[in-house]
């Protein structure tokens, strides 16, 4: 498959809604079961070789260590526990509502017992209705969630590439279920004193000062897929930097700013792996300037923190 594949959103749009709130259902597993890290580190996916995976939980709840995968080349949700057993399902002609019921009774089978709080989306269009009554949304296109998957595994070894130049204090590169967005972020230490009236949520999420890179496939504000970076807090002024390259550009986003490379003018780039490149960098330079980190201290060359290292022989 070539780099950055077509993925116009109009294309999958259906297949879109249903995976998310698929990836959903199974988040909130994960959140409920799961050891709370900061920032919410536990919460999202990671990618693995053929899909996308919880990584284990259990444990510390009573249940057994158990793991969830979406299996985007056999096209079934597979759910695994430490002693070998393995029961699965496929994702396709099915309902949210399905999914949802043949979740929960996959883990029954398995032993494993999770309560989610709030059984229904969060923050998406249909945030009132549970998962159980969702039969609207009941679309998958193996073949647009498989290129989902491609897209998401080139995009996250870019983010990889881009993280191993920063030697502070760093988030995975991991998948976000609440907005389903690939994404890596950068600490500089400094806390952020929030607003009382900022939900536990992002109170967490921004406890301290970052610049958050990553990738989106599009959505009812933005309707393409595109690269994307912010800083938070924003700094004053930061919309006036120039981004890279020329098509970059800086958006109005709540009461701050997001920096925008659509996915389709990286893709028209003669080195669209070097454009992605540049454009975070940039955006990371511009806010960290502006906000007064220390950018050569936190620079971390070729991956190296040790100077007397050489760089390593590609």
Not at 202 to 224: K, P, Q, V
Request: some cysteine.
């Amino acid at each position: 498959m070539e780099l950055f594949p077509p993925m116009p959103l109009a294309e999958w749009r259906d297949t879109k809604e249903t995976l998310h709130r698929f990836t959903q259902v199974v988040g909130k597993i994960r959140l409920a079961a799961s050891v709370r890290r900061n920032h919410w580190w536990n919460v999202p996916f990671h990618l693995t070789g053929r899909g996308i995976t919880t990584r284990p939980m259990g444990q510390v709840d009573g249940n057994p260590i158990f793991t969830i995968d979406f299996d985007f080349v056999d096209h079934r949700l597979v759910v695994a526990t430490a002693d070998g057993r393995t029961e699965s399902f496929p994702l396709l002609d099915r309902s949210v509502a399905s999914f949802y019921r043949q979740t929960l009774e996959t883990l029954e089978s398995l032993g494993v017992r999770v309560e989610i709080p709030h059984p229904r989306p969060y923050r998406l269009a249909d945030a009132d209705r549970p998962f159980a009554e969702d039969f609207e949304h009941a679309t998958y296109d193996p073949v647009a969630a498989n290129r989902y998957w491609q897209v998401l595994g080139q995009v996250g070894l870019v983010l990889e590439e881009f993280a191993a130049r920063f030697s502070g204090k760093v988030s995975p590169v991991h998948l976000f279920w609440h907005s389903l967005d690939i994404a890596h972020t950068r600490f500089c230490g400094h806390p952020v004193d929030q607003p009382a009236q900022v939900d536990p949520v992002t109170r967490e999420a921004y406890s301290r000062e970052l610049i958050s890179f990553g990738f989106w496939f599009g959505d009812a504000d933005l309707g393409e897929p595109a690269f994307y970076s912010y800083t938070a807090p924003e700094p004053a002024h930061l919309a006036e930097d120039p981004l890279t390259p020329a098509s970059a550009r800086w958006i109005p986003l709540n009461d701050s700013h997001l920096a925008v490379l659509r996915y389709d003018a990286a893709r028209a780039e003669a080195d669209p792996r070097a454009t992605v490149l540049a454009f975070y960098e940039r955006a990371y330079r511009a806010g960290a300037v502006r906000a007064g980190w220390d950018v050569a201290a936190l620079a971390c060359p070729h991956g190296i923190t040790d100077p007397r290292l050489p760089a390593p022989l590609l």
